[in-house]
Antibody, heavy 124, light 111 residues
Framework: EVQLVESGGGLVKPGGSLRLSCEAS????????MNWVRQAPGKGLEWVSS????????YYGDSMKGRFTISRDNARNSLYLQMNSLRAEDTAVYYC?????????????????WGQGTLVTVSS | QSALTQPASVSGSPGQSIIISCTGS?????????VSWFQQHPGKVPKLMIF???RRPSGISDRFSGSKSGNTASLTISGLQTEDEADYYC???????????FGGGTKLTVL
């Protein structure tokens, strides 16, 4: 059974930092691209960042560039998101998500498994 | 890049069919096959319903189908059921400064 379990969320002051973690199990972690997607309270979904299986390809949403860093440790089946210079508008539930992959290849944006999310609140 | 455009709300009666549209540009929806749809019930995690414009993940009912014409993708739900009442989001690969963009979401009400 595929499982994604996030941790590391909490309350942080504007300008502060936070590191999110996601522990994966039930699949060959290194095969899959992994992403972070966030959802502000009562709002829609927003893609945050993506990292390929071998960390060769890394992408960020426009408002995250220069502040967030995605990484992974395939030996530990873990995904990370280092968030610096946090702003009030970064307040959201952050989901760790897996990107679909089969014999046809990857399907960008097809997030087939989601963690339960971890809440990040940026407030003074 | 701006979010993809979805109607804020749609409604239908049980047994009917509804269509949710998702409009972008040639740089995203219109430019390739990577369009997905997600269903999210209140307080729940999003669920992948359609990917690659028309493909359904294993276990998803064939009442859900996807299509695309030009820069607009569509999700059709046929034989509406009360449990289909949820928020629906489209997502697309975007060949610009970002990799993936979502639509703003559509609230489906089953009357």
């Amino acid at each position: 059974e595929v499982q994604l379990v996030e941790s590391g969320g909490g309350l942080v002051k504007p300008g502060g930092s936070l590191r999110l973690s996601c522990e994966a199990s039930g699949f060959t972690f290194s095969t899959y691209s992994m992403n972070w997607v966030r959802q502000a309270p009562g709002k829609g979904l927003e893609w945050v960042s993506s990292v390929s299986g071998s960390s060769t390809y890394i992408y960020y949403g426009d408002s995250m560039k220069g502040r967030f860093t995605i990484s992974r440790d395939n030996a530990r089946n873990s995904l990370y998101l280092q968030m610096n210079s946090l702003r009030a508008e970064d307040t959201a539930v952050y989901y760790c998500v897996r990107e679909y992959y089969d014999s046809s290849g990857y399907s960008i944006g097809a997030f087939d498994y989601w963690g339960q999310g971890t809440l990040v609140t940026v407030s003074s | 890049q701006s979010a993809l455009t979805q109607p804020a709300s749609v409604s239908g009666s049980p047994g009917q069919s509804i269509i949710i549209s998702c409009t972008g540009s040639s740089s995203d929806v219109g430019g390739h096959k990577f369009v997905s749809w997600f269903q999210q019930h209140p307080g729940k995690v999003p669920k992948l319903m359609i990917f690659d414009v028309t493909r359904r993940p294993s276990g998803i009912s064939d009442r859900f189908s996807g299509s695309k014409s030009g820069n607009t993708a569509s999700l059709t739900i046929s034989g509406l059921q009360t449990e289909d009442e949820a928020d629906y989001y489209c997502a697309s690969y975007a060949s610009g400064s970002t990799l993936v963009i979502f639509g703003g979401g559509t609230k489906l009400t089953v009357l």
